[in-house]
């Protein structure tokens, strides 16, 4: 991929550790509400390659989006609890204007951050916490339909929707990775719904970096490590983007060492 | 029934077909953003029972929603083609606006006015006309994840993931009706799209009430009249909301004659 790749969100937890794998992978065009400080940049980042705006700002975000050849699309209020008037305009308005200006410039793929809690209110009083455990075979495979328990899953499954409609009318690539719990290092420590669905940072990029190179039309696929515990299905991933986790929150004690 | 049901949106098409066949069923309190001239007001609906305001304005239709134990919500912008702002604000906004409301004042049952329009990308050049022909038999049941072809029905397409979040945290019984073509008196005229998904008036009201009578959690059920062209399914409506219908476009000429 020659054409530089848009990173919207840039300096958020998803940003960072995609760049913390990819910096050197892609040429890479950085879009966030604020400027990151000079020194923060990865090497090979330059100040030129960082745009800042807000992605509702059609004009910020389709300057930023011309002549890239893909869009990973980050940018959004990532708080669960985030109120309603945030996300209604942060990450469904938002979205949609990532979308059309991608649309406009002819980008080919776009990847676009969703998230676990899409699918939130799967988890119901009766299914936990059996869920989240090694023993329990209860899985969601991203074929079913969208049940957030709040309005940031909201919002994030409107993305979907959102991505699914450009999609079908400009036949852009996309996909949407339902990203579980991000965390750096080791898993979330005593919080099995955590580590049922973690995401080490090197298996973000990863499926990140698959998200850009695979061939696909739009894919709704889970974002986690290869856990034990693991209630999501990571098979789509695999099979469609060739996703090939490395890590498991299995090789972690429950204070977050590594097993012997 | 024998608190009021409010219908937003009740001076639009589906509005005036619901309260054509059960004006005298309910307590009406009608909701909209112009006030029905006094001499249309259906017999037993008095100015005391209207509404004026926006949806999306909280202090209005909370009060409206009050001592309620129903909503109709079909207020929005009605237009296919209608801008992304419009459809943002009006349907999407104004949608979550009427189902927090009904949370909040402990509504038991929304049905709300959901399109075709969100699935109308499964028409894909490759099935269409035949699938609108009666001897095709691809159908849709509402099992499917959403395919919008425009952001109108990216808007009811997010509204029924609102349905969805209300439904699962407040647990009020929620149905959304993917709405066909709904004309008076006969259906589409040389329009066999129109012809396969038509829905009579008194089909409209029909399913409407059964909406309001019926037990069920969440449903999505699609809106048509027992037409034999239909691509959409009706079972999920016959089974779980008991929905009957009179009518099929098949008993009209091309022309909107009855047949012999």
């Not at 989006?65 to 469904?92: C, F, M, Q, Y």
């Not at 919080?191 to 080490?200: K, N, P, T, V």
């Not at 034990?228 to 090939?244: N, Q, T």
């Amino acid at each position: 991929m020659d054409d530089p790749v848009l990173l919207t969100g840039a300096g958020g937890r998803v940003g960072t550790a995609i760049l913390d794998g990819l910096a050197d992978a892609y040429d890479w065009r950085l879009f966030d509400l604020e400027p990151p400080s000079p020194s923060s940049l990865p090497a090979g980042i330059d100040e030129s390659d960082v745009y800042v705006g807000d992605v509702t700002d059609r004009g910020a975000i389709g300057e930023a989006v011309e002549e890239v050849s893909a869009v990973i699309h980050l940018a959004g209020d990532p708080r669960p609890k985030a109120p309603w008037d945030s996300v209604l305009t942060n990450n469904i308005d938002g979205t949609h204007a990532v979308f059309e200006a991608a649309a406009t410039a002819d980008v080919e793929t776009v990847a676009f951050a969703s998230s676990n809690h899409a699918v939130g209110a799967y988890e119901t009083d009766a299914r936990t916490p059996d869920m989240y455990r090694t023993d329990d075979d209860y899985r969601l495979d991203g074929s079913e339909l969208p049940r957030p328990a709040n309005d940031y899953g909201l919002s994030k499954a409107a993305g979907e929707l959102i991505g699914r409609r450009f999609h079908d009318e400009y036949g852009i690539s996309v996909a949407c990775v339902r990203i579980g719990n991000l965390t750096q290092g080791h898993p979330p420590v005593e919080y099995e719904r955590g580590q049922a669905m973690w995401l080490s940072y090197r298996d973000c990029a990863h499926l990140f970096d698959r998200c850009l190179q695979a061939d696909y039309g739009f894919e709704v696929v889970y974002g986690i490590s290869d856990n034990d515990r693991k209630y999501y299905s990571i098979e789509r991933a695999r099979d469609v983007l060739g996703y090939d986790p490395q890590d498991n929150s299995a090789e972690y004690t429950f204070a977050g060492e590594p097993r012997e």
